[in-house]
Nanobody, 122 residues
Framework: QVQLVESGGGLVQAGGSLRLSCAAS????????MGWFRQAPGKEREFVAA????????YYADSVKGRFTISRDNAENTVYLQMNSLKPEDTAVYYC???????????????WGQGTQVTVSS
């Protein structure tokens, strides 16, 4: 089993940057692909980015491509989401998840963190 804890959210002005972290417990972290999703009020949880277990492959939603970067440090059991050029529409609760392989669907993820709020003001 993997337990995930997100951190790094907050309030930022449009155009600013934030770096989210997701710390995982358990010795099997490096065997899981990791993903970041977000959920805005009244909307479904949506895919943001994913990274393979090795870190060699990354995937992004079109809405964040070129602005967000996902990375991982298997020695530290942590996955990151660097968010630059933030927009008000990026406002949401951001969740990290663990899956057997990098996927775009919420249903494919086995473990989830509790989420961290990101608010981008205009």
């Amino acid at each position: 089993q993997v337990q995930l804890v997100e951190s790094g959210g907050g309030l930022v002005q449009a155009g600013g940057s934030l770096r989210l972290s997701c710390a995982a417990s358990g010795r099997t972290f490096s065997s899981y692909a990791m993903g970041w999703f977000r959920q805005a009020p009244g909307k479904e949880r949506e895919f943001v980015a994913a990274i393979s277990w090795s870190g060699g492959n990354t995937y992004y939603a079109d809405s964040v491509k070129g602005r967000f970067t996902i990375s991982r440090d298997n020695a530290e059991n942590t996955v990151y989401l660097q968010m630059n050029s933030l927009k008000p529409e990026d406002t949401a609760v951001y969740y990290c998840g663990a899956a057997p392989s990098a996927r775009y669907s919420v249903a494919d993820y086995l473990y989830w963190g509790q989420g961290t709020q990101v608010t981008v003001s205009s």
